[in-house]
């Protein structure tokens, strides 16, 4: 009878190399995201500039305002390292020009979201804000009964005598 061997389960090191690698790179993104003060992590997105309406040497505002230094000034315009990009949207907030940038991204949710001036910007975090207070305002207050509770004023003797 043939001897059976011990099998070890094989591990491919370079799989487990390369996870790594990944998870260093999204730890590194979602870093980034937060510093500019967005809390999600976009897998998918794409940015673009309209090197024809762009201000360029006059302006530069995008490259100081990108986290991740996606954004450099060559050869007399703005050059875009998209690899590096984590769709932060910062820098259509700061362009002076409407439809210079455009940057696109997919959310957690499935949701395609497209910025290119910054009122789309701004009225997304208005959104943001508004959803967070209404979270914060339904955790202390979850139903009428509880804002009652917490504000209706207790009748005043001088009230109760009226009556
Ligand atoms: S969206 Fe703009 S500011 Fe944000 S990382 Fe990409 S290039 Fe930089
Ligand atoms: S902020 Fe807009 S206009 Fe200014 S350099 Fe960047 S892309 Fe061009």
């Not at 790594?20 to 897998?43: D, P, W």
């Not at 490259?63 to 690899?83: H, M, N, Q, R």
């Not at 001036?117 to 967070?132: F, K």
Request: aromatic content about 6%; proline content about 3%; hydrophobic content about 35%.
């Amino acid at each position: 009878m043939a001897e059976k061997r011990n099998e070890k389960p094989s591990i491919d090191i370079f799989e487990v190399l390369l996870e790594a690698s990944k998870e260093k790179k999204r730890a590194k993104r979602e870093h980034l995201l937060k510093s500019v003060g967005v809390k999600e992590f976009f897998e998918e997105g794409s940015i673009k500039i309209d090197m024809k309406t762009c201000k360029g040497i006059e302006c530069q505002f995008c490259i100081k305002v990108c986290p991740s230094k996606a954004l450099y000034w060559k050869a007399g315009e703005i050059g875009i390292t998209e690899d590096l990009c984590v769709y932060c949207a910062s820098c259509v907030l700061s362009c002076m020009v409407d439809d210079c940038i455009e940057v696109r991204r997919k959310r957690r949710n499935g949701e395609n979201e497209r910025f290119t001036n910054p009122l789309h910007v701004l009225t997304l975090m208005n959104s943001i804000n508004a959803r967070n207070r209404m979270k914060v305002i339904e955790s202390i207050l979850p139903d009428e009964g509880a804002y009652l509770k917490r504000y209706r004023r207790p009748i005043s003797e001088s009230e109760e005598e009226k009556k």
